[in-house]
């Protein structure tokens, strides 16, 4: 018979398709399948629609077998079949969609097509030189078979085929030096496939499978007792599960059912904090099962990890990682999607960045926030577990894209009390302030140990103020994003101003620094450009010096640049940094002393003075030997 060719458009697409669209060949077996479901729909429809089609739904099935020596699959459904004008019309012009003719032509919105003959059908070529298509419609009584060997075109001829349905039959190229398809006539494998792939496929797909176990021979040992070894036989057996646990009923299934697929599916040990579960309709249909993880992987907080949610059309998996349905704030999150609704370019793997996504994005997003909130709230142990893990990424959160995501994420927040000695939200910590405090006072260190022993802490404890310990890398970003909470300003103890001080007061201490003016220039010069400034402290009781800055860059921001592996030290951003010292602390009097009598010795004095202060905000000495001579050479 003349062979046919494809459209020069279609020709293009082909080898378009087969070269670069698709990533993962394995995704041949996906399409065929979902193609087999439509087949079986359409006909279950057709029986519903007409009483006199003999057709029972527990007949309905898809089988795939495995011939080793033939290299061939073969996918087989018993559903609606082609005619011989259907074979031309939807595998001569790729990607046509006979799916999607067929959904325009029916009003229900019971049948869910999820595959199409066109581009997903022509996949099979990424594994195969020649697809063979044996197909009989139902209702008639000529099969008809159509045959390619790629975009040099193809063939129909009638056939004998002794029920409806169809066969795909794939023959899998031979190896090469780049590609090993014979891992494709594997029975594990396309096991395995089907499992990863088209598990909850509605409808049962066979395979014969080799199943083992230990039997009696009928002869005895030397005991007696009976002897036993492992046959092996083949048994039909049905790979998929059909029904996904997220499109049961909530009544049938319970949390710890859910908490056990989460740990089976995601391969976690530890049970999840929430399961939250989504069932929306309207203008966009999906069904969602999430959960927010107790411990965060290993790979977490690396270039490593891949976030996303599983993506699934009508029970067939689109994509393992979606992140464009899980807003990167909350990348913790873990579990499926599935939608009927969702729009796909020429290949499932190529999703459109469309309406539909973002609608899904958006209402998840407030799902995971609403839950977040209900775990804070009502099971605050189990928030501060989950908090431990992803405390952090919540707080990237807010500091990502200029603080977009700051209203969403502020109330879900905890830092450490100093008053309450334990973690508080920003809400708690202002229900807490008493009368006249107008400013939410915080403290960074290196570790909360440290953020609590600064010196710069005394001035606001005096007033019986609360303070909140910072010791993470990303805390002091966090805080100067939201810059505010409730109105309320957020305020640095090692910041040049805290506000607590009388108009009367800061003009004595003008006075003061102004009467001292000579010993702190005399400080300044010996320092040179080491600090911006050198000024008496207001905010010091007890301790002889402290360091501050002015400006928008704090110390422990300068230390989390200079962190960056392979920064340029000359390039990093600087602190202002400010020499506050103590003018009642009994070491000023002396340094008073020796400046007016032995200045070289002052100088030295004033050197050790700025070490100490770096000392006490954790800050590196340049060079520790030559301050550890100054200190010695002050004896």
């Known amino acids: 018979m003349a062979k046919k060719q494809f459209k020069t458009e279609s020709k293009q697409l082909l080898n378009l398709m087969i070269n670069s669209i698709y990533t993962h060949r394995e995704i041949f077996l996906r399409e065929i399948i979902s193609n087999a479901s439509d087949a079986i729909d359409k006909l279950l429809y057709k029986s519903i629609t007409e009483p006199d089609v003999p057709v029972s ?115 899998i190229r031979e190896d090469n030096e780049e590609e090993d398809y014979s891992e494709y006539l594997s029975s594990y494998m396309i096991e395995d496939l089907i499992k990863k792939y088209s598990d909850y496929v509605r409808w049962p797909i066979h395979m014969m499978l080799e199943k083992g176990a230990m039997e009696e021979t009928g002869e005895k040992d030397e005991n007696g007792e009976p002897k036993k070894e492992w046959r092996t036989h083949v048994e039909d057996t049905v790979v998929n599960s059909m029904v996904p646990i997220w499109q049961r009923p909530k009544k049938d299934v319970s949390d710890d ?184 006072y915080y403290a960074s260190a290196d570790s909360i140990a440290r953020a609590k022993q600064l010196p710069q802490n005394e001035q606001i404890r005096e007033k019986g103020y609360d303070i909140l310990l910072m010791s993470e890398e990303v805390d002091d970003f966090m805080i100067r994003t939201l810059r505010s909470y409730e109105e309320k300003q957020f ?25 001292e003016k000579e010993t702190l220039d005399f400080i300044k010069d010996a320092l040179g450009d080491k600090v911006e400034k050198v000024r008496l402290s207001r905010k010091l009781k007890s301790h002889a010096v402290c360091l501050t800055t002015d400006g928008e860059i704090s110390l422990e921001m300068e230390k989390y640049f200079a962190s960056v592996p392979g920064t340029d030290m000359g390039d990093i951003p600087k602190a202002k940094r400010v020499l506050e010292i ?54």
């Open 57 to 171: 739904r527990e007949d309905l099935k898809i089988s795939v077998s495995i011939d080793k020596d033939a290299r061939t699959i073969t996918v087989s459904d018993n559903g609606i079949g082609m005619s011989k004008e259907d074979l031309d019309t939807n595998l001569g012009v790729i990607a046509h969609s006979g799916s999607s003719e067929f959904k325009k032509g029916i009003e229900s919105n019971d049948v869910d097509i999820i595959g199409q003959f066109g581009v997903g059908f022509y996949s099979a070529f990424l594994v195969s030189d020649k697809v063979t298509v044996r197909t009989k419609a139902y209702g008639s009584d000529q099969a008809y078979q159509w045959t390619s060997e790629g975009s040099d075109g193809y063939s129909i001829k009638e056939c004998e085929k002794d029920s409806w349905g169809t066969d795909v039959i794939m023959h």
């Open 257 to 440: 059912d859910c908490k056990a697929f989460y740990k089976e599916k995601f391969h976690d040990f530890e049970d999840p904090v929430s399961v939250i579960r989504v069932n929306a309709e309207g203008a966009v249909s999906y069904k969602a099962m999430l959960f927010v993880p107790k411990v965060a992987p290993y790979n977490f907080y690396s270039r490593d990890f891949e976030p996303g949610l599983q993506l699934y059309s009508s029970g067939v998996l689109i994509m393992d990682k979606c992140k464009d349905v899980l807003p990167d704030c909350f990348r913790f999150v873990r579990g499926i999607v599935d939608s009927p609704d969702i729009s796909l370019n020429i290949s499932r793997e190529m999703l459109q960045h469309d309406r539909q996504l973002q609608m899904i994005k958006s209402n998840l997003e407030k799902k995971i926030k609403a839950e977040l909130s209900r775990l804070l709230k009502d099971d605050r142990e189990s928030y501060e577990a989950f908090y431990k893990s992803f405390g952090p990424q919540l707080k990237y959160g807010v500091v990502d894209g200029f603080g977009a995501n700051a209203e969403l994420l502020k109330d879900l927040i905890m830092l450490h009390s100093y008053d309450m000695d334990k973690l508080v939200t920003f809400k708690e910590y202002v229900e807490a302030m008493p009368n006249g405090q107008d400013r939410i």
């Open 491 to 515: 305020c640095d103890v090692t910041g040049s101003d805290l506000g607590l001080e009388t108009e009367e007061e800061k003009k004595e201490s003008d006075a003061k620094e102004e009467s």
């Open 582 to 635: 103590n003018a009642d602390h009994p070491i000023y009097q002396v340094l008073k002393d020796t400046i007016a009598n032995d200045k070289e010795k002052a100088k030295t004095m004033a050197e050790v003075m700025y070490g100490q202060a770096l000392l006490i905000a954790g800050m590196p000495i340049d060079d520790v030997l030559d301050y550890s001579d100054k200190v010695f050479g002050l004896f």
